[in-house]
């Protein structure tokens, strides 16, 4: 049975709590999951990819989402401790005493922000044994609370405990930057700013504890052009949209900007890529499931939807083909709650894992020649381009970076810093000749199938630039959030 969790406003009356979510794009399949089961829990939920409208302004909506919530759920990871956003709506809650409550989804370091906070353990099985103390947190009444206190003490007691000079050592810097005047620089409200940058100017009043985050909050200035690359006619860029409150997948003309739609349903659908005759489409899909993902096909001659992957408590995503069109390589969590490379036949069949690695293995593509797949995995502190044969062996990391895909003619690996908008870079398969191209920030990039150009993802919406990184050019604007972008033939 649903477990209603309601409160009482000033004036008596009775309402269901809402509960906002803040996160790296990196974890939606789990924020997703989540969602799902707080509200299959008598909550209310919001994150923005589920929620945002269609005209809306991104983070008024998102400001006026957390004035309305009672709680703020923060999922930590490396990339949204170290997010500016995710750090803002932190501000914002806290100001406007929302109680926060950390979930640890990746391990991670913590900053300021949440040493003195207990944070609740969700790694790996431990989300369904600590779910009951999600909804605990929530005020709500647990059905079956495990006996084991799994969640962690509050950080900074075990910074006391382990090292006591590191918070000495805290409290002499603090003083310092009040002393100098520095810290209220960094909290008064700023101008406006071009790009992606907005400031909050309704944080007013903070809570006693203070919070401070020492990332960088500049961001790129992103160049547009007036002159649109010409690529070939006979080829479309797929991506997905949440233009119609869900996620879609759509074709653009990266010559005209004439969109199309290719599959419009109810349910989240994405990360879909085209085989190599342009005939069939693979995406990942929750339809008939609000929590779990499994692997599509399009047919678009038939215009008819195949799964292949059989519907389990676990999930299945990134489907991309192999060059003969008839093996689809994609990654899973069916085993051991532990993400790893997988290859199937393209009617589902043969499925074979190729990965099992302690680490978390992600967005695998093959190479042109077929004899080999990148991937990335999280070694080494942090994500990494791996390389390796068809068949899994011979594993080697070419460098730091996330979400590769092979150039054409197989010589280049592209990719981006990070998972999130970061430098977009390419290097050679051996290694050699990293190199930065162009001046934008973006992920995902793809390069089209002449060599001639490139689409990536940048604040949400689909670009084009020449190989080289020059006349970048925007393909998709507005509020929704569009992105994995790839070539049709």
């Not at 990266?254 to 739609?261: M, S, V």
Request: hydrophobic share 35%; with cysteine; aromatic share 10%.
């Amino acid at each position: 049975m649903p477990i209603g969790i309601a409160k009482k406003s000033e004036s008596g009356d009775v309402y269901m709590a809402q509960v906002f979510i803040s996160y790296s794009r990196k974890d939606l399949s789990f924020v997703e999951q989540l969602a799902a089961d707080l509200k299959n829990a008598g909550l209310e939920v919001w994150y923005d990819v589920s929620r945002l409208s269609g005209g809306g302004r991104w983070m008024s909506e998102i400001e006026t989402a957390i004035r309305n919530s009672q709680f703020v759920i923060v999922v930590l990871a490396p990339e949204s401790v170290a997010s500016e956003w995710v750090d803002r709506e932190f501000m914002l809650a806290t100001s406007l005493r929302r109680k926060v409550i950390p979930l640890m989804y990746r391990s991670c370091e913590l900053t300021l922000n949440y040493l003195n906070l207990n944070y609740i353990d969700v790694r790996g099985k431990l989300y369904k044994r600590n779910f009951n103390k999600i909804l605990h947190a929530l005020g709500g009444q647990p059905t079956e609370v495990p006996s084991q206190n799994t969640a962690s003490e509050p950080l900074l007691r075990k910074i006391m405990n382990a090292n006591p000079a590191i918070y000495v050592t805290a409290l002499v810097v603090l003083g310092i930057l009040f002393g100098s005047n520095l810290l209220p620089k960094w909290y008064s409200p700023g101008p406006a700013q071009t790009g992606t940058e907005i400031t909050l100017t309704r944080l007013v009043s903070f809570t006693p504890t203070v919070t401070i985050t020492f990332a960088s909050t500049s961001t790129p200035v992103m160049p547009t052009s007036t002159i649109l690359p010409t690529p070939p006619d006979d080829f479309w860029v797929s991506y997905n949209s949440d233009v119609n409150g869900n996620r879609d997948i759509f074709l653009i003309d990266p010559k005209t900007g004439e969109k199309r739609d290719v599959i419009t349903d109810p349910s989240h659908d994405k990360v879909g890529t085209w085989s190599p005759n342009g005939k069939f489409l693979a995406f990942e899909s929750n339809r008939g499931s609000t929590i779990y993902y499994q692997i599509y096909l399009f047919d678009n001659d038939k215009g008819s939807i195949t799964r292949l992957t059989e519907p389990a408590e676990c999930s299945n995503w990134a489907p991309t083909w192999s060059p003969d069109g008839k093996r689809i390589v994609f990654y899973s969590n069916c085993e051991n709650d532990k993400r790893d490379i997988y290859l199937m036949n393209r009617d589902g069949s043969g499925r074979k894992k190729l990965t099992s690695s302690p680490y978390e293995n992600r967005f695998p593509v093959f190479s042109p020649s077929g004899n080999s797949i990148a991937f990335t995995s999280t070694r080494n502190s942090g994500d990494q381009i791996v390389l390796m044969n068809v068949d899994g062996s011979n594993e080697r990391v070419i460098t730091a970076g996330c979400s590769a895909n092979f150039s054409p003619d197989g010589n280049w690996l592209w990719f981006s810093t990070t998972c999130e908008d970061s430098d977009i870079k390419r290097i050679q398969i051996d290694g050699s000749n990293l190199s930065t191209i162009g001046s934008m920030f973006g992920h995902n990039p793809s390069v089209s199938p002449n060599g001639q150009f490139v689409v990536f993802q940048a604040d949400n919406d689909i670009w084009i630039m020449d190989v080289d990184g020059s006349n970048p050019t925007q393909l998709t604007s507005g509020s929704a959030i569009e992105g994995a972008p790839s070539w049709r033939p």
